[in-house]
């Protein structure tokens, strides 16, 4: 197929600046757990305050139907950033970290590095933040540090919910008791800059301004916030962008699920009981301005980072790529997280725009698997063969061209959904299916998959299945892990894989 669709296509076109001159930088931006309730994708019923990402969209290509390769942090971030399904590495869940099991693999910021760029990055880029987050892959690097928080600061992987200790004054802030510390939410009594995500976009912005003098060697900088994961921890400013009263709360049909095969209600239930939670507390509207007003805190960051990239005079050299690693359920399909194979847990705001792409959307449906070779088309780095993803270079020259391939997104073996322009096909491990027409039924309410009319639809959407599955990588646990060293050690047959080679 690739050969057809592409053909010496690239050799015809490069975006704008970067024709003939200086390879282009690449400020490379990731957001965990964005579901499509930004402005300029429209998912949300109410008003959603996100400037900075919209002034973005309207700058570059916005591609409006562009879906995780798999709805968790870590096989989501593991496949973009290498290139590869989780059905062909075996990293399907957050169990599965990449490093210490495919060791050899050159991600992103590797490619970019061994062909001359200086590699920077920030915050949440891989999942998890240390064992998994090697420092020899960058020439500089800020770890996400959780400073609000003494519970995270204690904590030896730097992550809030592996940390012990007292919990903080106030907690739990969201006033819903019995939820945990992740899933809690508020403003705490701290500056503003002293917030995770503050800290990590001032080492983005110092970055930029150091790049600013430097013009000898293209940079690479990834910046990678936090929000609007849980907790939901932002300040209160962003709050009051929100009054409760116009808080637009998921329509939830109570039969929604009665026509689901039974892997699919099973997903649909997995985590119910913090909905449940949330809801008897009478806290559901408070939920969703917390997740909302996170959105808008991401989105503040992003403004800042890119206020800095135009004042350090390198927005016109510098691509950059704003994606979100998956989305998240607020009740829709009566489940509350992620981990789905649905619309909410899929779909993420993509836009790529800088070093002369032009502006406009993108209808046709595309996966962030297509990150890794887009990117290197437009710096004219090699392509590596292995890439599962398809440059999608040939859609921000024009969009509405045909593109016949749909995204795929994987869940755990064997379950996956293949989205197209139109519809959305699922298929679990056990066979169980759902077909919907987002021509008629965007919420995903009426699973087709049993009706007649609609067999070559699934015939010809099964064919983008994955027709192998890789057995499971191994999980952490297999593993010892020195921190010191940072280095891996397999438990049972004693390999070991440093991270400073
Ligand atoms: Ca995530
Ligand atoms: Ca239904």
Redesign the pocket.
């Known amino acids: 197929m690739r050969p057809l669709l592409f053909g010496c296509w690239s050799l015809f076109f490069l975006p704008g600046s970067a024709v003939g001159g200086e390879r282009p930088n690449v400020l490379f931006l990731v957001v965990?757990?964005m579901k499509d309730w930004v402005n300029c994708l429209d998912g949300y019923s109410g008003t959603v305050h996100t400037p900075h990402i919209d002034q973005l969209a309207v700058r570059g290509m916005l591609f409006q139907n562009a879906h995780c390769v798999s709805p968790?942090?870590a096989p989501?971030r593991a496949a973009v950033l290498t290139g590869l399904r989780p059905s062909t590495t075996g990293l399907y869940d957050n169990g599965h970290w990449w490093f210490p099991n495919l060791p050899d693999t050159i991600t992103i910021p590797q490619h970019f590095r061994r062909h001359g760029y200086r590699v920077g990055g920030a915050g949440k880029i891989f999942h998890h933040t240390a064992g998994n987050h090697p420092l020899h892959l960058w020439d500089t690097f800020h770890r996400l540090t959780f400073q609000e928080d003494p519970w995270f600061r204690g904590s030896a992987l730097n992550y809030p919910w592996s940390a012990s200790g007292a919990p903080p004054d106030g907690f739990p802030f969201s006033g819903v008791s019995g939820l945990g510390h992740e899933n809690d939410w508020g403003s705490l009594t701290i500056a503003a800059e002293d917030y995770d995500d503050a800290v990590t976009t001032q080492f983005a912005i110092d970055f930029l301004r150091q790049q600013a003098d430097k013009k000898s060697s293209p940079f690479f900088l990834a910046c990678g916030l936090f929000r609007p994961?849980l907790p939901w921890y932002v300040p209160q400013e962003f709050f009051e962008l929100y009054p409760l009263d116009e808080i637009v709360l998921p329509v939830v049909p109570e039969n929604d699920l009665d026509d689901l095969p039974e892997a699919g209600r099973q997903l649909a239930k997995d985590r119910r009981s913090d909905w449940k939670t949330v809801r008897k507390a009478d806290r559901w509207k408070h939920a969703v301005q917390a997740y909302l007003a996170s959105i808008s805190c991401a989105d503040a960051r992003m403004g800042q980072i890119l206020t800095a990239l135009q004042q350090a005079k390198l927005a016109d050299d510098t691509i950059v790529v704003l994606w979100s690693?998956?989305g998240w359920h607020l009740g829709e399909k009566q489940h509350w997280h992620?981990s789905t194979l649905w619309e909410e847990s899929t779909h993420v705001p993509l836009i790529i725009a800088g070093a002369g792409i032009q502006s406009g959307t993108c209808r046709r449906s595309v996966s962030l698997l297509d990150v890794y070779p887009t990117l290197n088309e437009l710096a004219r780095l090699p392509a590596i063969p292995s890439h599962e993803g398809h440059s999608l270079v040939p859609l921000l020259r024009d969009p509405g061209r045909k593109w016949d391939r749909p995204a795929v997104t994987e869940f755990r073996r064997g379950n996956a959904a293949v989205r197209s322009e139109r519809f959305r096909y699922i298929r679990y491990h056990d066979g169980g299916e759902e077909l919907y027409d987002h021509r008629t039924d965007p919420h995903e309410w009426t699973n087709l998959a049993a009706n007649r009319d609609y067999a070559s639809v699934k015939e010809r959407l099964s064919r983008w299945l994955p027709d192998h599955w890789a057995p499971s990588a191994d999980t952490k646990k297999a593993f010892e892990f020195d921190h010191q060293s940072f280095t891996w050690t397999h438990r049972e047959t004693g390999r070991v894989i440093s991270g400073k080679k």
Request: charged share 55%; with cysteine.
């Open positions: 965990d757990d968790r942090c989501s994961h690693d998956h992620k």
